[in-house]
């Protein structure tokens, strides 16, 4: 398949109800930081995006939404996927960004130039969505905070190191912040900003 | 699933017929026809199209018809409708320079070029009740010249080829004009969104408040440098030809309302402007609308702010009456809820009165 | 004429959805906090649920049951049309049982079932801003939330106390949620404040002419304000259902003649008939005895 029909094929073929879908499960992981979720259909997305990272983009972007993409997606065939899939303007200022998109293995220096936000409109952040190698294995975090009843672990393999720094600089941005999507293929994970996350002992 | 549920669908259907019974009225007599409205309620119609924003006169026309003639009703319908249409594009700005005029006065010059144009006017007639419409008699042709197809020169070009009016006001090249129907709301508000709401706002509220600014409530000196009514084009820009396509031609009513002057030591006086613009005829409205967008002007132009007709969130907020009326009338559904509560308290705090009347102590009770 | 007849599932086209979508999530990641929305026109009047119904039409799907309640009851007329609107526009199963269903809108109340980790409790709201009513203005009241500058709150409450001896908001009754926002938890009665607090589920507010969508995650900490020497409490009903005895729930007055006659009955419909059908019993008065 040539770059060109990459990008044109996939998609949902049931656009109402497919994102309808996702949009309940991403809801509910975000009310419920760290519950992991998972993409049943296939989206035809081509590599580097997942699964899971390409429903989310069809579920949520649009002409009204500008996206930013690591190198990796941006060189890809995905960058033409998503635009002409979802109509969103792709942009290489990461503070206008509304969506963001990181392929795995992508390093991450800081969220600080993505938007925060502002202390009247803290809504005016990005979302990040970030792949992962896998849950389950790797690293053990301990999550907490609203959507969380007292505590919850999760498991992420091939998460930046320097993740948990920046989470927790975003944590006191508080209530300006990024918001973000772990994806590791068809499943992720959400962590709103008012996640803190500590990393667990092993036998703890 | 199938849930039955008491009285209240039944209560419903009943009072839709009800409704449908009344507006159809005595069946001995001729429904009135889409036709009819739109050509002998034509002020009512393009009132409709107006406060919804969407040029269609059958359907304001339906609208009407179908809301027994209660205009609220009819605009609510009518913009219901509207949010369910896809967008298909922005259109060029309409240029009422171009306009094809059926109505053209200035109270700012005694002649001007095109000149003055009363047109199809309640103006100057004596409103004595016309005995004639009762028999519907024939009504005569009205007097026609060829038209010129010349552009009429508007007054506030005459002013600003002398730089005595301030300029149109300038957007970045690349401004998108904004849509409070489909953008959250936010103030300070842009000029193009103002004007939007300013032109959806309900004409009785926005008479008020114009009227307010005459009597010195935010007063801006207003001379009516020019209203014209008539048709323009509208034109949509199609990117793969290059140029833009004409989409056809609406009715307009435009105010252009010459204000206060102002002028600094880096800048020799000017006159300001107020700006109305309505789909179909209503001057009432236009006038109206320039005045209070000259009044919340006032900030832009270093003015203390003072009255109501100045001040953009509460003009803005309350302007637009499918809001305010569902508001309004959002007091007759049940609140008994809310209401026991109350009750509850009244009943409380009275009895803790009487108690401490009594030689009781109230505060032991109060904190059980 | 136009074809006038043809609306989208859930009758907000997708654009609108995804927009409302997104307003939700952020909604959801800041608890309390107010996200302006490009609220649309729906074809029900402002004040009647639209910022409810687009909520829910934002978040409904084929798989969900749908449960409206309006005072606490189902049978309540705009319940009773919002209901019908969303079998009409969305095609999906409705129940009066606050156990079966998925999604619940509600006007006023929260139902007395403890609501669970598989149901989302959507809130019609009239007037999302908490301190509206002590500065209107959306400008400076924008900046007392982004300065949690809520002083202004607390002396109002703290009038209410010298003027009444109590402080005298039953319902409407402002929180605080996850020790940030202050919240309006829309009109209930404070009676059902401390219901908001740590619940199961997640509970959304759409305010449809003031065009704000604010969330309450589950797991949240939602706290009445109140002061040391006047702590928060809820309305206490002194004597129980008339008609299924139960203690300890919100009850509506029912007038019963013009002589003082009333009872006290449930609000919440579903949980007096599912009571009743348990065996359980009030003393409801004789017809004889009301008439």
Known sequence: MNIKTAALTGGFNDPVFQSQSVFRKLMDGMARPGSIHHVEDAMGQPEPLGAAAGAIALTLLDHETSVWLSVGLAKSPAANWIGFHTGAPITREKAEARFAFVEAGATIASFGLFSAGTQEYPDRSTTIIIEVAEFDAGETLTLSGPGIQRSTTISIAGLPEVFQRLWADNRALFPRGVDAVLTAGSRFLCLPRTTRIAASRAGE | MYVAVKGGETAIRNAHRLLADRRRGDRTLPSVTIEQIVEQLGLAVDRVMAEASLYDRPLAALAVRQSRGDLIEAIFLLRAYRTTLPRFG????????????????????????????????????????????????????????EATGDAVMRVADILAHEGLIESDGEFPEDHQAGDITREPMEFPMPRDLRLQSLARGDEGFLLALGYSTQRGYGRTHPFVGEIRIGEVEVEIEVPELGFSVSLGRIQVTECQMVNQFKGSAKAPPQFTRGYGLIFGQSERKAMSMSLVDRALRAEEFGEDITAPAQDEEFVISHSDNVQATGFVEHLKLPHYVDFQAELALVRKMRADIEAARNGDNPMQEAAE | MTDLASYNF??????????????????????????????????????????????????????????????????????????????????????????????????????????????????????????????PRETETRKMHALEEYGLMHVKLYEDIARNGRISTTYAYPVKVAGRYVMDPSPTPKFDNPKMHMSDALQLFGAGREKRIYAVPPYTDVVSLDFEDHPFEIQKFEQPCALCGARGVYLDEVVLDDKGGRMFVCSDTDHCEERREEGHTGEMPSQEAAE
């Open chain 2, 90 to 145: 922005t259109s060029v700005p309409i240029d009422t320079a171009k306009m094809l005029v059926e109505r053209r006065v200035s109270a700012t010059y005694k002649d001007l070029p095109g000149g003055q144009l009363l047109g199809p006017t309640f103006d100057y007639t004596h409103r004595l009740l016309d005995p004639s419409l009762i028999a519907d008699t024939p009504v005569e042709e009205p007097e026609r010249r």
């Open chain 3, 10 to 135: 859930a009758y907000l086209d997708e654009q609108t959805k995804r927009m409302i979508r997104r307003a939700i999530l952020k909604a959801i990641a800041i608890p309390g906090y107010q996200v302006p929305f490009a609220s649309r026109e729906m074809p029900m009047p402002y004040g009647w649920g639209t910022g409810g119904v687009q909520v829910t039409a934002s978040i409904i799907g084929p798989d969900d049951i749908l449960k409206v309640i309006d005072q606490g009851a189902d049978d309540t007329t705009n319940a009773v049309s919002i209901r019908a609107f969303f079998e009409k526009v969305a095609n999906v199963a409705v129940t009066t049982h606050t156990k079966e269903a998925t999604i619940i809108q509600t006007r006023h109340r929260i139902p007395e079932q403890k609501l669970g980790e598989g149901q989302v409790l959507v809130y019609q709201v009239p007037i999302p801003e908490p301190l509206r009513f002590l500065e």
